[in-house]
């Protein structure tokens, strides 16, 4: 199909389903994820993220362009992430569209819950720390109209929120050396 930019095309119920396709085909020995995204809903980004993570094959992420917002759990929910030199990742507080919260107190303490969710699994599945974390996210002066930052591929390595830094080459390497490793545990088990 053919839709605006503003409209995205593929959506989480398509990717789901692949997934478990994905961990299911014994001819398939593991997943590279390659991300190029501006974000989008929250809940279908972790629900990605959650099953990539619970995956049982080897897994590795690559952004390139962009693993802006809710791709950035996405990228780090796989074994080993990589991003591009180039590749930005954009840290920013959970909003709803248009930057406005509208609504009572109940609505502010389950935006503020999604929001610890994210830096909870953020924190889990990379090395950087909570504090850090939430020190980028809040930051003012990066973002035009907004907070937050904007790293690029290295800073991103060096925050400790990525593995490495490379394109598709690294990554299927990296990719090919977990099969292998994955492979060579389940021999000696049998």
């Not at 609504?103 to 502010?108: A, C, E, N, S, Y």
């Amino acid at each position: 199909m053919v839709l605006p930019p503003k409209n995205k095309t593929t959506k989480y119920e398509h990717i789901i389903p692949q997934l478990v396709a994905v961990e299911q085909n014994p001819k398939i020995k593991g997943l590279l994820v390659i991300l190029n995204t501006v974000g989008g809903d929250v809940e279908a980004g972790l629900a990605i993220a959650e099953m990539l993570e619970s995956m049982r094959k080897p897994t590795v992420s690559l952004v390139l362009g962009g693993g802006h917002s809710i791709g950035l759990p996405i990228a780090l929910a796989c074994r080993y992430s990589i991003a591009a030199e180039t590749a930005t990742m954009t840290i920013h507080p959970l909003r709803l569209s248009g930057g406005m919260i509208i609504g009572i107190p109940q609505t502010f303490e389950y935006m503020e819950k999604m929001q610890d969710r994210i830096v909870r699994f953020i924190t889990r599945h990379s090395a950087i720390s909570e504090q850090r974390y939430k020190e980028l996210m809040f930051r003012t002066g990066d973002l035009v109209r907004d907070v937050g930052s904007i790293l690029m591929g290295r800073e991103a390595m060096n925050e400790g929120l990525i593995n490495e830094v490379g394109g598709l080459g690294t990554a299927v390497a990296k990719l090919e050396e977990l099969i292998r490793l994955a492979e060579e545990s389940q021999g000696g088990l049998q």
